[in-house]
């Protein structure tokens, strides 16, 4: 499989980062669906894809966008009929009516993005045999050990550790000495892109020699930003914090209001999030984005079922990262376009030069997600403030 994706993952991820970096029109979910120019009739006729959105709306210039912008794009291409589905609520009983109204309106694949998806996957996979499920970022840790998973389900995790890592590095040898981490909900992936980039800040400190490099480590408790969240970052930001990775759906906005009252920096996360946070917040704001290929995923995975390759994958949970030693290659990376690189500190050289190590396995990157923060710490401090909420 790994041999595949690394063919196909230049176009895609070059196609899905234009998309990410350009807000979708408002639709009505459910109701009105997409209308394929010159559709194949073999392929209109077989299949229709369906994507469900999780607790956020296909606007949200994150997962929801990334996951419906991939879908349309695949389907139209393709002449296949394609709808997204909104659930009323954030809640297990409210995904599954949405899935369910899918289904029963002829969607026989169904794309479910994050890992709120786990508990309505286990009340449907198995009950709708007929109808192939593709999950992103939904994990054994979210199935629970003993579910198991259906030939007709397949869910792909990703390696948040190594481009929360690359992020981390990159700010430290940009000359960021204060740092901060805000999560959304403590959940794995983002207990990963952490971890991750605690690491990074670390290595590099200690590849410069530097002693004096902190980082604030807090979770918000929830994936948008409000009041009290923005409460905490102005804290930071006036006292010294420099930069913040911001790691959550929209909880970024708490970090960059705050970071545009001082003058701050954010680094984004799942996406190429320069163009959306620079343009609301102030130019040159985003130093990097820690980015994850939900886009290629998609379509290496509709092109599957398509060429009717699915039982390949059906089953089975697949750990997506790096297949390469080309940065642009891989599934987990930062955007070489916006990435605020610099002479004589980090260039877009070294940063190839970090993947290449990574690849190769000269450089490691700890998924542990039973520690603390702290732990990762050799030569920087960590102040783990636990959670806002």
Not at 65 to 87: H, M, R, S, V
Not at 152 to 161: F, G, I, K, R, S
Not at 176 to 203: C, E, I, S, T
Request: hydrophobic share 45%; aromatic share 10%; with cysteine.
């Amino acid at each position: 499989m790994k041999k595949f994706i690394a063919i196909v993952m230049v176009a895609m991820f070059a196609l899905s980062m234009v998309a990410c970096s350009q807000p979708a029109a408002e639709e009505t979910p459910a109701t009105e669906e997409t209308a394929a120019p010159e559709a194949s009739a073999e392929a209109a006729s077989e299949y229709k894809v369906a994507m469900i959105t999780d607790y956020g709306d296909i606007t949200d210039q994150s997962f929801n966008q990334t996951t419906y912008e991939a879908c349309k794009a695949f389907c139209e291409e393709k002449g296949i009929d394609f709808n997204y589905f909104k659930p009323a609520g954030d809640s297990d009983a409210e995904r599954v009516a949405m899935i369910e109204s899918s289904i029963d309106e002829g969607y026989n694949v169904v794309v479910m993005p994050g890992y709120a998806f786990a508990g309505a996957i286990k009340e449907t996979a198995g009950t709708y045999s007929d109808v192939t499920f593709i999950a992103l970022d939904v994990g054994a840790a979210d199935l629970g050990d003993d579910y198991q998973l259906p030939s007709n389900l397949y869910c792909a995790v990703y390696q948040e550790e190594l481009c929360g890592y690359m992020a981390g590095y990159a700010a430290v040898k940009l000359g960021y000495k204060n740092l901060g981490f805000l999560g959304g909900m403590a959940v794995p992936a983002v207990v990963r892109y952490g971890y991750g980039f605690v690491q990074g800040v670390d290595a590099a400190a200690a590849a410069l020699g530097l002693t004096d490099v902190k980082l604030n480590y807090v979770y918000g408790g929830q994936f948008f930003g409000d009041a009290d969240i923005t409460a905490v970052m102005d804290t930071w930001y006036t006292n010294g914090t420099e930069v913040v990775f911001a790691c959550g759906g929209g909880i970024y906005t708490s970090a960059a209001e705050a970071a545009a009252k001082v003058g701050g920096k954010v680094i984004g996360v799942d996406v190429d999030q320069a163009a959306i946070i620079d343009g609301a917040y102030g130019e040159g704001m985003t130093v990097t984005s820690a980015m994850k290929g939900l886009a290629p995923t998609v379509k290496t995975m509709l092109s599957e079922v398509v060429a009717g390759n699915f039982a390949n994958y059906g089953g089975k949970i697949d750990t997506l990262g790096l297949v390469s030693d080309n940065p642009e290659d891989n599934y987990v990376q930062l955007p070489m376009g916006s990435t605020q690189f610099a002479d004589g500190k980090f260039t877009v050289d070294d940063y190839k030069a970090l993947v290449a190590d990574m690849f190769a396995g000269k450089t490691t990157v700890s998924n542990d997600t039973t520690k603390a923060a702290s732990d990762f710490a050799t030569v920087i401090t960590v102040d783990d403030q636990g959670a806002i909420k």
